[in-house]
C-alpha cells in the first residue's frame, strides 16, 4: 500500500520526534508499504523519508516545482514528482495513497488533516486515517475535537474514523486490517 505521510518540515523540533519518525518510516518499508509524501528533506517528512530509505523502501516525493531548492527536497526519493501548486500537491497526495498517517507537525499538517478527515466524512474516500501522537503532541487536537463532539458541533462517530497511537506498529497494523465498509460515511453526518 502506498501510504500518505503529513508532518513536519523543520529541524527545529526535538530530536524524539525525528527519530520516531525514522522508526515509522523503517516500519512502513518492512511492511512491504510504500511512502508518499511532500518531498521534504527536513523535519518528520525527512525523518519518515530517512527511515524507509534505510530499508529501501519506496518513496514518492509530491512537491511544487518552486520547492526545488538546494537542500530543500529528500534526494533519495524513489520518484519525484512536480506541481506547480500546493493544492495540486495535496490533490495527487489524496488521489495517490491508500491511507494518511499524520505525525507531529504545524500548520501545514494541521491543514493537510483536516482537509483528509473533512473528505472522510463526507464520503469523498474511504481510507484510513491515522493519528502519531509521538509523545503524546496531538492530545489537545483530540480533546478539541471532543469538546466539538461534547456541544454537539460534530457526532461522536467522527471520532471512529481516527487512529490514534504513538506505536509505528500499531498504526500500520491498523491500516492493514482497516475495512471501509465498517465504517458507511452516513453515519458520520451530523445532520439533526
Do not use: W
Not at 495527487?92 to 507531529?104: G, K, Q
Amino acid at each position: 500500500m502506498k501510504l500518505c505521510i503529513y508532518g513536519a518540515s523543520s529541524n527545529a523540533i526535538d530530536k524524539t520526534f525525528l527519530d520516531a519518525g525514522e522508526l515509522l518510516g523503517q516500519v512502513i518499508a518492512d511492511g512491504n508499504h510504500s511512502v508518499v509524501f511532500g518531498g521534504g528533506a527536513a523535519g518528520l517528512m525527512g525523518a519518515v523519508a530517512r527511515g524507509a530509505h534505510s530499508k529501501n523502501g519506496e518513496i514518492i516525493g509530491i512537491c511544487p516545482s518552486f520547492f526545488n531548492v538546494d537542500g530543500a527536497l529528500f534526494t533519495e526519493c524513489s520518484e519525484m514528482i512536480y506541481t506547480e501548486t500546493m493544492r495540486e500537491r495535496k490533490q495527487l497526495l489524496e488521489e495517490m495513497s491508500d491511507a494518511f498517517i499524520i505525525t507531529p507537525g504545524g500548520i501545514g499538517t494541521f491543514d493537510e488533516f483536516f482537509e483528509i478527515y473533512t473528505l472522510r466524512q463526507l464520503g469523498v474516500h474511504k481510507k484510513p486515517i491515522a493519528i502519531f501522537n509521538t509523545n503524546g503532541y496531538y492530545n489537545s487536537l483530540i480533546d478539541m475535537l471532543n469538546n466539538a463532539i461534547d456541544k454537539s458541533f460534530m457526532p461522536n462517530t467522527n471520532m471512529d474514523l481516527l487512529f490514534v497511537s504513538d506505536n509505528p506498529q500499531e498504526i500500520i497494523k491498523h491500516i492493514e486490517n482497516y475495512n471501509a465498509a465498517d465504517y458507511d460515511a452516513a453515519q458520520f453526518k451530523f445532520i439533526k
